[in-house]
């Protein structure tokens, strides 16, 4: 209940912000010329004093317009800095993207080994950890050898721009630490347990060379034991 109260807010608090800005940024222009001719009336005022009168309004206007140019201009530069300053820490921030295959043929050889990706997609190198979290019926698989190494923490991953770093895993071993087989896991599976036979909520953090970190939230997968791979589920 909190957690949901406290995205909603965050939501309402970020588009509140949005619509501000774009407000901001369609009046500021009128703001900033009222102002700077207010402020330069005020200064002849306190200069001139009686003989302020006396100043033409040509004088008036193009040092009124000066003023709202050099305001403005300043503010420009400083958005634009801004900007400039947004992008360079989207290019620089870690991305990455799994690839997960599985050979197509459940009775051919190795036909239960799991190909695991990462696929770099920035201009950095980076180190990567990965948790499975694997899952048998919604008992947690633990107690796994170092061939999982890579899986659960243990070992990170190192990726160059633009390169994939490959590895693998097997499911039998998965399936042994609580006595299950390929197959009797094909021989249980049904369409309402297909999606709690096996499972993974994969995390991936990652950490480039400039000290940026990211954290993924998990994804969920099940082994589907009849199509023979891994099923994302993108939706809730």
Not at 92 to 102: C, K, N, R
Not at 104 to 131: E, G, I, M
Not at 167 to 187: N, W, Y
């Given at each position: 209940?909190?957690?949901?109260?406290?995205?909603?807010?965050?939501?309402?608090?970020?588009?509140?912000?949005?619509?501000?800005?774009?407000?901001?940024?369609?009046?500021?222009?009128?703001?900033?010329?009222?102002?700077?001719?207010?402020?330069?009336?005020?200064?002849?005022?306190?200069?001139?004093?009686?003989?302020?009168?006396?100043?033409?309004?040509?004088?008036?206007?193009?040092?009124?317009?000066?003023?709202?140019?050099?305001?403005?201009?300043?503010?420009?530069?400083?958005?634009?800095?801004?900007?400039?300053?947004?992008?360079?820490?989207?290019?620089?921030?870690?991305?990455?993207?799994?690839?997960?295959?599985?050979?197509?043929?459940?009775?051919?050889?190795?036909?239960?080994?799991?190909?695991?990706?990462?696929?770099?997609?920035?201009?950095?190198?980076?180190?990567?950890?990965?948790?499975?979290?694997?899952?048998?019926?919604?008992?947690?698989?633990?107690?796994?050898?170092?061939?999982?190494?890579?899986?659960?923490?243990?070992?990170?991953?190192?990726?160059?721009?633009?390169?994939?770093?490959?590895?693998?895993?097997?499911?039998?071993?998965?399936?042994?630490?609580?006595?299950?087989?390929?197959?009797?896991?094909?021989?249980?599976?049904?369409?309402?347990?297909?999606?709690?036979?096996?499972?993974?909520d994969l995390e991936i953090?990652?950490?480039?060379?400039?000290?940026?970190?990211?954290?993924?939230?998990?994804?969920?997968?099940?082994f589907d034991f009849y199509?023979?791979?891994?099923?994302?589920?993108?939706?809730?």
């Amino acid at each position: 209940m909190i957690d949901s109260l406290w995205r909603s807010l965050t939501v309402m608090l970020g588009r509140r912000k949005e619509v501000m800005l774009c407000l901001l940024g369609r009046v500021l222009p009128f703001l900033i010329l009222t102002g700077s001719v207010w402020f330069t009336w005020q200064f002849y005022q306190e200069a001139y004093g009686e003989d302020a009168e006396r100043i033409s309004a040509t004088t008036f206007l193009v040092l009124s317009v000066t003023l709202a140019v050099l305001v403005y201009y300043t503010y420009e530069t400083y958005r634009i800095a801004e900007t400039d300053k947004n992008m360079w820490e989207l290019e620089i921030m870690p991305s990455g993207i799994p690839v997960i295959e599985m050979h197509k043929v459940p009775t051919q050889r190795y036909s239960d080994r799991v190909n695991f990706a990462l696929k770099n997609t920035s201009k950095f190198a980076w180190w990567a950890r990965v948790w499975c979290n694997f899952r048998i019926y919604d008992r947690r698989v633990d107690s796994l050898g170092e061939d999982f190494d890579g899986f659960n923490g243990k070992r990170k991953w190192m990726v160059y721009p633009e390169e994939i770093s490959c590895s693998f895993f097997e499911i039998e071993p998965l399936l042994s630490t609580q006595g299950k087989t390929l197959e009797k896991m094909r021989a249980e599976r049904t369409q309402d347990n297909r999606k709690i036979q096996l499972t993974m909520d994969l995390e991936i953090e990652l950490k480039n060379e400039k000290g940026k970190e990211r954290r993924y939230p998990p994804r969920h997968y099940f082994f589907d034991f009849y199509d023979w791979n891994w099923v994302p589920l993108v939706t809730e």
